[in-house]
């Protein structure tokens, strides 16, 4: 019997790994990443988003600190793909990549030059058992006030903040939204803010 398995669900247990693919921009490495996120499952106990939301991090290779997964933007991909690509390699999850939450210009405390980093929202749908880099990395579901303390960088502390108020900010539209009847068709309903 022969099993046909579709290429998206298909996951390749090595990373990449190198630089002679990366985007350098006037001298800097070009990096993206992800802050992975969620919503508590189980009963609301707050009606505070803050309250519900969990976001992923994970440990840096060398176990000194946390951190939101992020790597080298390569030349055969969009921001968005790489930025994919480095959650699931070093976080081992899966979900929608929202729109991009700013752009930072950091010094490496490695190597001692200018980096850009680019960083979006992932709304998490898959939190796979095995990913490439689940023997170098720890990564643990954390409230915000909890990510904030730990996260190392503090350009990663400045996105989980837009993300806070993107979200807080697309639930105070929702809350807003009224239905009203449309004159002339009893059974419509409109939504006006």
Known sequence: MVALVSQENVVTLVSRTGR????????R????????????????????????????????QKGKGMLFPKGGWELDESQKEAAMRETMEEAGVKGIVEGKLGKWSFKSKTYDTLYD?????????????????QNLRQRTWMSISEAREVCQHWWMKEALDRLVNRLLGQKLVRENLRPINCIGDAKSDLLIV
């Open 20 to 27: 002679e693919l990366q985007r350098y921009r006037k001298g």
């Open 29 to 60: 490495r070009q990096v993206v990443g992800c802050i992975p996120y969620r919503f508590k499952i189980g009963e609301k106990k707050s009606l505070d988003v803050l309250d519900e939301l969990e976001v992923l991090v994970i440990s840096s």
């Open 117 to 133: 980093g680019y960083m979006f929202p992932l709304l998490v749908q898959e939190q796979m058992e095995f990913w490439p880099e």
